[in-house]
């Protein structure tokens, strides 16, 4: 972390008071269903957004960052959403959160680094939230725990940049741990632990960054999210979570083709959800492959949210003999995982380049994905 105590030093001239890191998560199984109350299992990467932060006595937030070359500048007590946009309205959201909550956040120098992928469905925009608000809560001594801090930073993205997620990356940020997965009940907020350590099973799971462009901001997220909503009132339930997989004729009582196939989607990857922390639980990784793959069917076919560079590297993984594989994040692009044995792993990853170069597209980028440890005050600046 010393690049981004030296950077921070360089651009605003003095040393900062501490650093802050979040995670990037990738979601094991269980998309589209945080926001309709249902189960998730994310796990954090190895790979962290940083913060280098001091406190201001004049109330004005200076963001730079490593990364992109434009920064802002504004007093926190002008903060509202739409005041910022780009990459600085993150952690100025996390601020407008915090004060909107009742607590005091005066000015503050930031910096960002981040060697999460942006674009790839790895949610690096909840890293950025998630450790921007753990710097201000420790720096501004707010009494807030881990949950807190999550829905802080889902607030900040959702009402202050506009994009109205759910609290599954925030919550996989701020409280995952190394050598598991974290399951998630959205409606109850709770969660549990779940054992996933593939190196350990002889398994790797490889994340396939396919390059393509990841954007969820130009309405396709919030057009699926408004189209469960309704189902949901059409239906008489809370949410989809409470629609009953196996009650005949359900499904007929929605309006439309479209919406039958969005409600399926969520209903059955749920199902999957919960038979893959019965098998994690069991000690049988090996047996979660076949739940990843109708995932990614369920995904491009009823939720509709794929893509064809996606596609071709779940596609070619699981002919080079991965055990399952399949879109992760919101989709639209992004990112593929494949469970693999470890042995296949690179064979596997160069099938997937062999196919991206058949088809045209850019060279995906592939890596192994290690459950690790969410956000975490990574020190203090002497």
């Known amino acids: 972390m010393s690049g981004v105590q030296e950077s921070f030093a360089e651009v605003f001239g003095y040393p900062p008071e501490g650093v802050w890191a979040a995670p990037g998560r990738i979601n094991l199984i269980g998309e589209h269903t945080d926001y309709n109350d249902g189960f998730a299992l994310p796990f954090a990467l190895d790979r962290v957004l940083s913060v280098a932060a001091a406190r201001r006595t004049d109330g004005t937030l200076r963001l730079r960052s490593r990364q992109e070359p434009r920064g802002a500048e504004i007093p926190v007590t002008d903060l509202e959403p739409g005041a910022l946009s780009g990459w600085a309205a993150y952690p100025a959201g996390s601020a407008w959160a915090l004060t909107r909550a009742g607590h005091h956040v005066g000015g503050m120098d930031l910096l960002v680094d981040s060697a999460v992928p942006t674009g790839a469905g790895l949610s690096s925009s909840a890293a950025m939230t998630c450790a921007s608000a753990l710097a201000m809560v420790h720096l501004y001594g707010i009494g807030s725990d881990r949950s807190d801090i999550a829905r802080t930073a889902q607030r900040a993205e959702s009402e202050f940049v506009g994009m109205p997620c759910g609290t599954l990356d925030q919550t996989a940020a701020m409280l995952a741990t190394g050598g598991h997965a ?87 990857e749920n199902e999957r959800v919960l038979e893959t922390v019965r098998l994690l639980n069991a000690g049988q990784p090996r047996e979660v492959g076949p739940l990843l793959t109708a995932s990614h069917a369920s995904l491009r076919d009823d939720y509709e949210v794929s893509a064809p560079e996606v596609d071709t590297a779940v596609d070619a993984a699981l002919e080079a003999g991965a055990l399952g594989a399949r879109i992760t994040g919101a989709g639209f692009g992004g990112c593929a995982i494949a469970l693999v044995e470890a042995h296949r792993a690179q064979s596997c990853t160069a099938a997937v380049r062999d196919a991206f170069r058949g088809a045209g597209f850019t060279p995906p980028v592939a890596f192994e994905a290690v459950p690790s440890a969410g956000a975490r005050w990574v020190s203090t600046v002497p």
């Open 182 to 268: 974290l399951f998630m009940d959205t409606r109850s907020a709770r969660t549990e632990h779940v054992p996933f350590d593939p190196p350990a099973h002889g398994l790797a799971l490889l994340a396939i960054d396919t390059r393509a462009p990841h954007r969820l901001v130009d309405g396709e997220y919030a057009q699926r999210r408004s189209c469960c909503e309704r189902a949901a009132r059409t239906l008489g339930v809370p949410a989809l979570r409470d629609v009953d997989p196996h009650a005949a004729g359900t499904l007929d009582a929605l309006p439309d083709e479209r919406t039958r196939r969005r409600v399926r989607h969520v209903v059955t």
